[in-house]
């Protein structure tokens, strides 16, 4: 298993936002601005907007689009790819175009996740613009971007791909009734399973890395990428068992003394 490998696909040239790092690095470089300075003094002197037709709108496209992801991808993850290696497809294979356009769908999708935190900004609902929440989404956008140019689309990362949109369709799903009814946003007892569907997520991705570094060592998927999956898996673990802990496990033991 080499280090890394550079295995650019160029097709990527010819994707709006992922054929240049300036874009994306713009996008980016503006959220950072926009949700954590100039929003809140654009917000100042300003009572919340109501964006709650915005919203609803919003998360029924997201959950439509990650369900659609979760069932299509995870249909033709199992086709694809042999699960002791799970390398990126020769170009010449004939699904090729599957596996590039299906990661290509989902990097815009992480993209267009940005809009969660514009929409905490607006509606002046800042503690939900947490370090958490902030670095999931830059995270997630910067690593696919990056992956896409130098390493090429599907591999080993599609299970994190599909993972995480399976896990969006139920997040999305509850954000989708909270906005709508939002007197029952107390009552929506499931809304602690997303955080720990989330930990799932990341466990399972962390525990396929440990496999693949300890006994699949012939993979040729690049050494360098096996230790950044399992470097993100394990800050997002700690990170969001932390939240768990603060949000649901603390409350409890307060209720009890």
């Known amino acids: 298993m080499k280090l890394m490998e550079y295995r650019a696909d160029a097709f990527v040239k010819q994707l709006p936002l992922a054929d240049s790092a300036w874009a994306v690095t713009l996008i980016l470089v503006g959220y950072l601005a926009f949700v954590l300075k100039l929003g809140r003094i654009y917000m100042q002197s300003r009572a919340p907007y109501n964006v ?3 919203m609803l709108v919003y998360n029924l496209f997201q959950i439509v689009f990650n369900a659609s992801l979760c069932l ?3 249909y033709y993850f199992f086709r694809f790819y042999n699960l002791s290696c799970m ?3 020769p170009f010449d294979n004939p699904h090729k175009q599957i596996e590039r356009w299906g990661t290509y769908a989902y990097y815009l999708n992480k993209i267009l996740d940005l809009l969660d935190t514009v929409f ?3 509606r002046k609902s800042y503690k939900q613009i947490t370090l958490l929440h902030v670095y999931h989404h830059i995270m997630m956008v910067y690593t696919v971007f990056w992956v896409q140019r130098f390493y090429g689309f599907g591999g080993q990362y599609a299970l994190m791909g599909i993972l995480n949109t399976c896990v969006h369709s139920v997040m999305y799903t509850y954000y989708f009734f909270s906005a709508k009814y939002p007197q029952l946003k107390q009552s929506i007892w499931w809304k602690k399973y ?3 569907i989330q930990i799932a997520q990341f466990l399972i991705l962390f525990v396929q890395s440990i496999y693949m570094l300890l006994f699949n060592r012939s993979c040729t998927f ?6 950044m999956q399992l470097f993100q898996a394990s800050v997002m673990l700690i990170m969001f068992t932390k939240f768990y802990i603060q949000a649901y496990v603390k409350p409890i033991k307060k209720k009890q003394q």
């Open 87 to 89: 390398e990126t497809l």
């Open 72 to 74: 299509y991808g995870g």
């Open 194 to 196: 997303i955080t720990t």
């Open 52 to 54: 709650k037709h915005l």
């Open 222 to 227: 690049p050494l360098f990428m096996q230790y």
């Open 120 to 122: 905490f900004v607006l």
